[in-house]
């Protein structure tokens, strides 16, 4: 599996993005796998934005960023959508989309990343 994240840049405070991961394929049964969203900032561990397991389940999302964030998936196209508004200094750093078969935050129960996107918030 190999995912491409992009969509990330340079924003002022209260701005907004939206990031796209493309996943060239998936050997899972149908579509019940989870895409994920993870953020990493220098000299900080890797945390969970969002996780979303299939169209019939509600994804979740990090108490940092509820309300803040949303998270789409285009499973056709093999694709995840991260929008983001009110952005914040504090959610500056590297996102990747991951692939796995397990709804969580835990980094280790996945798959597959993706190289990043760099999102910086000033």
């Known amino acids: 599996v190999q995912l491409v994240e992009s969509g990330g840049g340079s924003v002022q405070a209260g701005g907004s993005l939206r990031l796209s991961c493309a996943a060239s394929?998936?050997?899972?049964?149908?579509?019940?796998?989870?895409i994920a969203w993870f953020r990493q900032a220098p000299g900080k561990e890797r945390e969970g934005v969002a996780t979303h397991y299939n169209d019939n389940e509600r994804p979740y999302y990090a108490d940092s960023m509820k309300g803040r964030v949303t998270v789409a998936r285009d499973n056709g196209l093999k694709k995840s959508y991260l929008q983001m508004n009110d952005l914040k200094p504090e959610d500056s750093g590297m996102y990747y989309c991951?692939?796995?078969?397990?709804?969580?935050?835990?980094?280790?129960?996945?798959?597959?990343w993706g190289r990043g996107t760099q999102v910086t918030v000033s």
């Open positions: 991951s692939i796995g078969d397990y709804c969580t935050f835990v980094a280790g129960a996945y798959e597959a």
């Open positions: 394929e998936y050997a899972g049964p149908g579509y019940d796998y989870t």
